[in-house]
């Protein structure tokens, strides 16, 4: 692991979320999932929000939806869905995949760090909202802690989240990789890492190749531990339920390759 110093941090320049998640970067993510694996996250989604409206179905938000590969499953089990992702390209290829499944899932083009502006323009709460993949990991602790409060805000008084990450430090420091390669579909990715210890972050330069194009981006995923994790879900205001370490329900435990935890959001009076 390679360490900046403060002046080298300052000077960084890095993709902001809207110009990394475009082309190629698509490209890749949308082809790097298994089905089989989309299958059994959705069906540990449903399972997390079954019955909690007290209605025939729910109303979920999914954050950082992308193409909707959770979206499109739950909404094939009857749960209302609106995704919520900053991508254009990826809510179209949504749009379009949904036509063909014949359901509805409703989209929402915005930055996670504006979950703000959802509550202010929809005052319909959300029975619940999941986040699945390494969107947590985009926030530094500031931001963090401002969308869990505005998710609190989403989310009605009883509902659940489930928020998925493999960003916590228990899990990614174990495991960390100067260099890792990934080929999936049409288009292929060399991926630098640089380990910021000041800033408790890891720094990767992409090399995105695909299609005769080559790309280079620069993106930075933010590592919290456990203990930062779940002290900011209490302080929105949810009470943790569960911490995972896979689908199976089983607990989580240091080095497993991914936390999910399971939220209820908390009365003022709990």
């Known amino acids: 692991m390679n360490a900046n110093d403060t002046a080298e941090n300052d000077d960084i320049q890095l993709d902001t979320p809207k110009a990394f998640f475009e082309g190629l970067a698509l490209d890749l993510w949308n082809a790097v999932v298994p089905a089989e694996l989309t299958t059994?996250?959705?069906?540990?989604?449903?399972?997390?929000?079954?019955?909690?409206?007290?209605?025939?179905?729910?109303?979920?938000?999914?954050?950082?939806?992308?193409?909707?590969?959770?979206?499109?499953?739950?909404?094939?089990?009857?749960?209302?869905v609106t995704g919520l992702d900053i991508a254009t390209p990826e809510l179209e290829r949504l749009a379009a995949q949904a036509k063909l499944a014949k359901v509805t899932v409703a989209t929402v083009e915005q930055d996670m760090r504006e979950l703000g502006a959802l509550v202010d323009g929809d005052k319909k709460p959300f029975d619940g909202a999941y986040v699945f993949g390494n969107a947590l990991g985009y926030l530094d602790p500031d931001e963090l802690a401002a969308f869990l409060n505005d998710l609190g805000s989403v989310v009605r008084i009883g509902g659940r989240v489930v928020l998925e990450t493999?960003?916590?430090?228990?899990?990614?420091?174990?495991?960390?990789?100067?260099?890792?390669?990934?080929?999936?579909?049409?288009?292929?990715?060399?991926?630098?890492?640089?380990?910021?210890?000041?800033?408790?972050?890891?720094?990767?330069?992409?090399?995105?190749?695909?299609?005769?194009?080559?790309?280079?981006?620069?993106?930075a995923h933010h590592v919290v531990s456990c203990r930062e994790l779940f002290e900011a879900i209490e302080?929105?205001?949810?009470?943790?339920?569960?911490?995972?370490?896979?689908?199976?329900?089983?607990?989580?435990?240091?080095?497993?390759?991914?936390?999910?935890?399971?939220a209820r959001r908390a009365s003022s009076e709990d």
């Open 40 to 80: 059994a996250e959705v069906e540990f989604l449903a399972e997390q929000f079954k019955g909690i409206s007290g209605r025939q179905t729910a109303r979920l938000l999914d954050i950082a939806c992308g193409s909707g590969r959770h979206a499109i499953g739950l909404a094939k089990q009857r749960f209302e």
């Open 166 to 219: 493999a960003m916590v430090a228990e899990s990614f420091l174990q495991g960390f990789e100067d260099q890792v390669a990934i080929d999936a579909g049409d288009v292929k990715v060399v991926i630098d890492n640089d380990y910021d210890i000041i800033g408790s972050r890891v720094i990767g330069t992409y090399t995105f190749e695909g299609g005769g194009k080559t790309v280079v981006k620069r993106f």
């Open 235 to 262: 302080d929105a205001g949810f009470e943790l339920e569960k911490a995972l370490g896979d689908l199976d329900g089983s607990p989580y435990e240091i080095n497993d390759p991914r936390l999910i935890v399971v």
